[in-house]
């Protein structure tokens, strides 16, 4: 099993629309980042996406992702969940909607703001199968185990995916760490996790709590992502422990 970093970035990506690189070196390909998505992928071949972000068609095209087998949102925010129209060309082809999850409140959202994709309209197909996760615990050959997290006022969606005897998690968007988030991050081959910048956030975990939770949780690897200007790749690398990996996107990481 293993997890590919579509994305890597904050909601306005690296550089900024304006050409801002903040501390990352421009000349450094791994710091151009793109907004945050996953996908996980078992032996067998089936894929799960995690977020559909605003750059998804890109971060597909990048990545030779031309289907899926099923999308998971953590929230509603727009940079995880805008790309949305990208999956109808993944639904071309297919004999019914991609089997989509996430919590109520989001499951909500998404259908107030996106109807379209999840009823079909003007003739055009129904994209997304949309699903809460009450009762969900295995798709598409994944065991699927998840909780919500903190995000200042709000919440995000974390998910442990389990495989061919791995485990892989995504915790992005959080802002503490909970006791529930420790036991079900426990012993994890790898987490994926959020790590804004160095200096603390009000809804984003910095570079000190991603470290304390890998140690506190005994994960054996950690993957940084939704990494802002200030998180130059080299810089980044010559700071974590050996057993944590500096995300990128295109990044693929094995569990």
Same mark, same amino acid.
């Given at each position: ?28 390909? /791994?710091?151009? @980042?793109? %907004?945050? #998505?996953? !996908?996980?992928?078992?032996?067998? *071949?089936?894929?799960?996406? +995690?977020?559909? &972000? ?53 499951? /909500?959202?998404? @259908?107030? %703001?996106? #109807?379209? !994709?999840?009823?079909?309209?003007? *003739?055009?197909?129904?994209? +997304?199968?949309? &699903? ?7 798709h598409a050959g994944f065991g699927v185990e998840w909780l919500q997290m903190p995000h200042g006022p709000t919440e995000s969606t974390a998910f442990v995916f389990d495989c061919d005897g791995k485990t892989i998690g995504y915790a992005t968007d959080f802002s503490e760490v909970t006791d529930d988030m420790l036991e079900l991050f426990t012993g994890l081959d790898v987490l994926v996790c ?62």
């Open positions: 099993m293993k997890v590919i970093m579509l994305g890597t970035g904050t909601s306005t990506g690296v550089p900024r629309l304006n050409g801002d690189w903040g501390d990352c070196d421009p000349n450094e390909p /791994r710091n151009r @980042r793109s %907004r945050v #998505s996953v !996908v996980i992928e078992s032996k067998a *071949g089936q894929r799960v996406l +995690v977020d559909t &972000s605003t750059d998804l068609r890109a971060q597909f095209l990048a990545n030779g992702i031309t289907s899926v087998d099923g999308v998971f949102w953590t929230h509603d925010h727009a940079d995880h969940c805008h790309g949305i129209d990208d999956l109808r060309s993944l639904r071309y082809g297919r004999g019914g909607p991609i089997a989509g999850f996430a919590s109520d409140e989001t499951v /909500r959202k998404l @259908r107030q %703001r996106f #109807s379209y !994709v999840f009823a079909g309209e003007y *003739g055009y197909p129904t994209i +997304v199968e949309l &699903s809460n996760l009450d009762r969900l615990r295995m959020d790590c804004l910048r160095r200096e603390p956030h009000p809804t984003h975990a910095h570079l000190g709590m991603a470290l304390d939770l890998k140690k506190d949780a005994r994960i054996k690897t950690m993957v940084l992502s939704h990494l802002d200007k200030s998180m130059d790749y080299r810089s980044l690398c010559d700071e974590v422990p050996q057993d944590v990996i500096v995300g990128y996107d295109g990044l693929e990481v094995a569990a």
